[in-house]
């Protein structure tokens, strides 16, 4: 049960202070900003590799072997409950974006948010309405071609031969979301350096930390003279580098630090008890 502590409360409004005094603030988010939402984490309590174990790193080697069979398999539809893609996917299909992704939308709709970099691939940041956006993980909702990176949206695709190939360039496509042992698609891993290393202050949402090249981004920006802002109710391996750290689901957490910033800084508006 979230309580909301005096020393939480003067972390908030410390918070709020650093992030009105700074330029430039990027959110890195991970799983834990969805929980919320229903969607299981990945580690930790109820974490999905934290009851099936990690999967091996050889999925995208599997696709690449045969493109063909993946998506035929696909189609046949045979994850079952008991397997943790089925429990993603049930879990995403009823998700909506929770009052945390709400709170980065308003962020970025009052400019003290220049960009989310996520890990999630669940799409709720743009269903709540983020705009600069970066899904380093991909996006579910998405089509990627492994040969020129082309995206389509899934929906209203046409698989009209499997494995399906690029109109532009002939190569096979998969879905957008990263597998285990697929490199990040360059163009996004680039434009998330360039945000880390922009950055003079970048909140950690609901995110563990372990998983590179995203965990490296709050790293580059802390040695370019970032601060840093852990929003997540455990602690992390990135929490030494941490300037702030905020304990508690970033659901409530962020309103109530958004509520500062509306206030200049402050749990309510100048002037009031
Ligand atoms: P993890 O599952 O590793 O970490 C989730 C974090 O969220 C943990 O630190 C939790 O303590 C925290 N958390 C739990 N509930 C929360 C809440 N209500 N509010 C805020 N935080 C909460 O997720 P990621 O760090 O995103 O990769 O994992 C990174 C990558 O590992 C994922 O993108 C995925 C996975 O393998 C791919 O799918 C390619």
Not at 41 to 51: A, D, I, S, Y
């Amino acid at each position: 049960m979230f309580e909301l502590t005096p020393e939480l409360a003067r972390s908030l409004d410390e918070a709020a202070a650093l992030i009105l005094r700074s330029k430039h603030v990027v959110a890195l988010a991970g799983a834990g900003l969805s929980v919320e939402s229903g969607i299981p984490p990945f580690r930790g309590p109820g974490g999905l590799w934290t009851k099936y174990g990690e999967p091996t790193n050889l999925s995208y080697r599997e696709f690449i072997r045969d493109p063909g069979e993946w998506w035929e398999a696909r189609f046949r539809n045979e994850d079952r409950p008991g397997d943790p893609t089925y429990e993603l996917k049930v879990a995403v299909d009823q998700a909506r974006p929770n009052p945390g992704h709400h709170a980065l939308v308003e962020m970025e709709a009052m400019g003290l948010l220049k960009c989310v970099v996520t890990q999630n691939v669940d799409n709720l940041h743009r269903e709540a309405g983020s705009r600069s956006l970066l899904e380093i993980h991909g996006n579910r909702t998405w089509l990627r071609c492994v040969g020129c990176g082309d995206r389509q949206p899934r929906e209203g695709y046409h698989f009209d031969s499997l494995p399906p190939l690029c109109a532009q360039c002939g190569g096979v496509i998969k879905m957008d979301t990263v597998m285990f042992g697929e490199p990040i698609p360059e163009d996004v891993l680039l434009a998330s350096r360039e945000q880390a290393e922009s950055s003079d202050c970048m909140l950690l949402v609901g995110t563990s930390g372990t998983v590179n090249p995203a965990a490296r981004l709050p790293l580059v920006a802390k040695e370019l003279g970032a601060s840093l802002i852990e929003i997540n109710p455990d602690e992390t391996t990135l929490t030494p580098w941490c300037d702030i750290t905020l304990r508690g689901p970033s659901g409530e957490l962020l309103p109530l630090l958004v509520k500062r910033l509306k206030n200049g800084g402050a749990a309510k508006p100048a002037g009031r008890a």
